[in-house]
């Protein structure tokens, strides 16, 4: 790989790091398995209020490496529309996704907080991004 094309995708290896981690967290089961993981060990440590809250975080790290690597294609305003679009877009479809996986279940309240993470992501991008425009 020549190194212009490594520029090229090298940037997107964040956010597909991040939906790969999301895809992977969203499919653990809710219902303990026969052999409990260190995974879900951690994962049932948290009540379902903190689960509902650290789908900002999340989504907001989704949407900050998404505003990082679209800023050179999508200047100004229409990279971060994009970025939170995406971002929550996913979000939608994992919890879509979370219907078939066993004890876990799709919520509307979700999508919500996917989407406001989204929001909170990209704009701390987009401050970054007006502050220290050659970082």
């Known amino acids: 790989m020549d190194t212009e094309s490594s520029k090229l995708i090298l940037p997107f ?10 895809y992977a967290i969203s ?6 398995p ?7 060990a951690v994962f049932s ?9 650290l789908h ?4 907001a790290a989704l949407a900050w490496t998404l505003c990082r690597c679209l800023q050179p294609y999508f200047y100004g305003w229409i990279g971060l529309l994009l970025a939170v679009m995406i971002a929550g877009a996913y979000g939608a479809l994992l919890e879509w996704h979370q219907i ?6 799709a919520s509307f309240t979700d999508v919500v907080l996917n989407f406001t993470g989204a929001a909170i992501g990209a704009g701390f991008a987009w ?9």
């Open 13 to 22: 290896a964040w956010p597909l790091g991040v939906m790969i981690g999301l």
């Open 127 to 135: 401050r970054r991004v007006l502050t220290f425009p050659s970082l």
């Open 27 to 32: 499919s653990i089961p809710g219902e303990p």
């Open 56 to 59: 900002i975080p999340a989504y």
């Open 45 to 53: 440590c948290f009540t379902p209020t903190v689960h509902n809250l």
């Open 100 to 105: 078939a996986i066993p004890g876990r279940y």
């Open 34 to 40: 026969d052999d409990q993981t260190i995974i879900y």
